[in-house]
């Protein structure tokens, strides 16, 4: 009788929520391909979930070139202020999205792909693994307060991020035999209400967003005034209260549900509209991803740098 033949572990990416820190994604999947670590399955959360179903279309070369030519006054001309279920529709920039780069159902994905999204109504997570990619991140993307809600399979669905910001137990639902987390909020908290030399790079879209919103509006989201007593903008409070959240619900559903390895980008610099800084996040990326190669190649994953070059069976 011949010996079964050894099958390759099927490896999961569980590319986690962080807003403008997404970009961190894309220098993470570079690091890993060079390594000669491809995934099997993608799954994201939010912004994970834009980036991870950019790559499974195999747009990643294209969008990691957008993302890298983005400035302020690009970033501000892709959000439609509205103030009915959230300070942005959402409905330009996945148009933008649609038109350019993933209008497939996820089925037609070149690699496995699924994100989480909420219900608003329920609170239950969602995976959303068929269908419109285009609708599934804009679901997943939907985060509270920011973006309006999105209807979705009959559901009124926001941000996966409010259940499960680094999907590892969808990963394992999808026969991953390894699970690599990437983490983007390890060391943000607090971070947004500190008065750094950073706060004036990170407070630069929420001035371009004032200045398209009525004066008494604008006046009310930039916080208080010189003379009083200081107090953080509503934008700095929403950022930290998401960041609490994420942290939390992250450090929780991890423990319950580890991943094999986590990879955790040094993002606290980069504010949650920061969508203009995309080489910090990237260059980010790349080193957490490179300090976690050691670990990878542990758990048999890519080739060292000088071992066996013969290819997994």
Known sequence: MMPPVKRKPRLALALGSGSARGW??????????????????????????????????GELDRFEQWVRSLNLRD??????????????????LMSFFQKHFMDCPIQALNVPFAAVATDLHTGQEVWLKEGSTTDAVRAS?????????????????VD???????????????????????????????????????????????SAWRAHLPEALSSWLSGSPPEVEP????IDILSSSINIMQVRITRSRMAG?????????RLASLGLLDFHRAEL?????????????????????????????????
């Not at 993307?141 to 669905?157: K, T």
């Not at 983007?184 to 607090?190: C, S, Y």
């Not at 549900?257 to 980008?265: K, L, R, S």
């Open 141 to 157: 993307i939907a985060l509270p307060g920011l973006f309006s809600p999105c209807w979705l399979q009959e559901r009124l669905l």
């Open 257 to 265: 549900d580890p991943a094999d390895a986590v990879i955790a980008p």
């Open 160 to 206: 996966g991020g409010l259940v499960n910001p680094v999907p590892v137990s969808l990963a394992r639902s999808m026969d991953a035999d390894i699970v690599v987390a990437v983490d983007l909020n390890t060391d943000i908290l607090g971070r947004h209400l500190e008065p750094e030399p950073e706060q004036k790079l990170r407070s630069t879209v929420g």
């Open 281 to 313: 996040a990237i260059d980010q990326g790349i080193a957490a991803a490179q300090a976690a190669l050691p670990t990878l190649h542990s758990l048999g994953l890519g080739k060292p740098l000088g071992g066996d070059d013969t290819p997994d069976q």
């Open 231 to 234: 107090m953080p903008s509503l």
């Open 24 to 57: 961190a994604h894309i220098g993470v999947l570079r690091t890993l391909e060079e390594a000669g670590i491809q995934p099997d399955i993608i799954c994201g959360t939010s912004i994970g979930a834009l980036v991870g179903a950019a790559y499974a279309a």
């Open 75 to 92: 970033v501000v001309s892709l959000m439609d202020f509205h103030l009915n279920g959230g300070m942005l529709k959402g409905e330009r």
